[in-house]
């Protein structure tokens, strides 16, 4: 039997912190045992599981691996709004006159991600 990927790992400078913006960006929850200084944090959501662990080195180049993340329950543009609002920033914009395309942003240690036009968007360009 092949293996199972558990979670998705953060290196980062302040787990708990870091946590708490991913715990909101996708309506997730902290472990009950986690508390701000901890070393590490687990955010837990629908089909995910992103583990934050402290180390020292502070974030250096662009990541080898990130996220695509697709709205469940709103469009790209309104979910981009949202998690700027959350603390990410804008690192790149990518969305096209057609409305395809996606939105490139930070988490506020610098780690990017996307953000992917929601499975309605996609039905109305299919």
């Not at 986690?34 to 599981?49: K, M, R, Y």
């Not at 250096?60 to 309104?78: I, M």
């Not at 409305?99 to 309605?120: I, K, M, Q, Y």
Request: charged share 25%.
């Amino acid at each position: 039997m092949a293996s199972l990927a558990r979670h998705l790992t953060f290196d980062c400078s302040d787990a708990y912190r870091l946590a708490e913006f991913w715990a909101a960006v996708l309506d997730g929850s902290l472990g009950d045992d986690d508390f701000p200084g901890d070393p590490e944090a687990l955010v837990t959501a629908p089909g995910s599981a992103l583990l934050f662990v402290t180390v020292p080195d502070a974030k250096a180049v662009k990541n080898r691996l990130h996220l695509d993340l697709q709205p469940q329950d709103r469009s790209r543009d309104d979910e981009v709004q949202r998690i700027l609002v959350l603390g990410a920033t804008l690192v790149g914009d990518h969305r096209k006159p057609d409305g395809t395309g996606w939105v490139t942003l930070a988490d506020p240690e610098g780690n990017e991600f996307c953000v992917e036009r929601s499975a309605a968007e996609r039905a109305l360009t299919t």
